[in-house]
């Protein structure tokens, strides 16, 4: 019994640790996703399509959708998108949980991650149901289930996408690099956007007589406007998620009752608008670093 109870002990370890080396090296191969606005979507692969380091992306439709099994048990889960013509190989691995024979989503049917399979109790040639943000709902039959380590995902075609929920429209993307770049200082560069495609903006109003304390007042005011708004609708909607954990922390000797003091509001708005301020402070380091003729000279 002893044994027993140490062997356990050790392959619950073991299990936790060889997680992320699963999930990260054997099906995820993309270094980073970013997800936009729609209609900034153009906007960010013009960037990349700048960028030396980046090899290759993909171009992809990312959104919620709420699962319905066969029981009626539901869970929120990501939905990818894939343009027909596009292969996700490069960037995430699907394999058979069966058979591990490489998978990729079809015409006719949708492919979900191991767990959510086993949560919502439906396997491969089952049929589930898949619910939109705008409550728009339709069923698709699973026709694979891939294997996954952490957190949920389904697939589906741009085809089979407009076919049921209408007009496909691409608001992310994944991206590898090139060998040899650091990823840090790619991020640093991809982390200039903001204040670079408004430079020019910034150097006229230096050039007309702004005080650099001025500058930093016109930026950084947008932001603690938008951090304002952010505290004010974050807070029921957090409360709103804090009390949606109790059915999905369903324990057979526990019942996960919510409870949110006061004091927790406040320190969360407190926490946010200081990280506002924070980014306030770099961003005026780089404000202060705009060469107004250099900025405005016509591009030619």
């Given at each position: 019994g002893c044994t027993s109870l140490l062997v356990c002990g050790f392959a619950i370890k073991d299990?936790?640790?060889?997680?992320?080396?699963?999930?990260?090296?054997?099906?995820?191969h993309y270094d980073w996703m970013a997800v936009?606005?729609?209609?900034?979507?153009?906007?960010?692969?013009?960037?990349?399509?700048?960028?030396?380091?980046?090899?290759?992306y993909l171009e992809l439709d990312v959104e919620s959708v709420t699962v319905r099994g066969p029981d009626g048990s539901t869970e929120i889960i990501q939905l990818y998108v894939v343009p027909d013509s596009s292969s996700l190989e490069e960037y995430v691995l699907l394999r058979d949980t069966g058979s591990g024979a490489l998978l990729r989503p079809g015409p006719d049917g949708i492919i979900v991650t191991r767990n959510a399979s086993v949560i919502l109790?439906?396997?491969?040639?089952?049929?589930?149901?898949?619910?939109?943000?705008?409550?728009?709902?339709?069923?698709?039959?699973?026709?694979?289930?891939?294997?996954?380590?952490?957190?949920n995902a389904v697939y589906m075609t741009r085809d089979l996408y407009e076919r049921t929920f209408g007009k496909f429209e691409a608001n992310a993307v994944l991206a590898v690099y090139r060998d040899g770049t650091d990823?840090?200082?790619?991020?640093?560069?991809?982390?200039?956007?903001?204040?670079?495609?408004r430079e020019r903006e910034l150097a006229t109003i230096k050039v007309l007589g702004f005080y650099d304390r001025e500058v930093h007042l016109y930026v950084n005011k947008e932001t603690l406007i938008l951090t304002g708004f952010g505290i004010l609708l974050g807070m029921p909607t957090?409360?709103?998620?804090?009390?949606?954990?109790?059915?999905?922390?369903?324990?057979?000797?526990?019942?996960?009752?919510?409870?949110?003091?006061?004091?927790?509001?406040?320190?969360?708005?407190?926490?946010?608008l200081l990280f506002a301020l924070m980014v306030n402070r770099m961003t005026d380091r780089t404000l202060n670093e705009i060469d107004p003729?250099?900025?405005?000279?016509s591009i030619e």
């Open positions: 299990s936790v640790g060889a997680l992320m080396p699963r999930q990260y090296e054997y099906i995820v936009t606005e729609t209609d900034d979507h153009d906007e960010l692969c013009g960037i990349l399509d700048q960028m030396p380091e980046i090899r290759s109790s439906f396997a491969a040639g089952d049929t589930v149901s898949l619910q939109d943000l705008h409550f728009r709902q339709h069923d698709f039959k699973v026709s694979a289930v891939t294997e996954n380590y952490l957190g990823p840090d200082e790619a991020a640093r560069r991809l982390e200039q956007t903001n204040i670079s495609e957090g409360a709103l998620y804090a009390h949606a954990l109790t059915p999905i922390l369903k324990m057979p000797s526990l019942y996960f009752a919510v409870s949110i003091r006061p004091f927790s509001f406040v320190l969360s708005a407190a926490l946010a003729a250099e900025a405005l000279k």
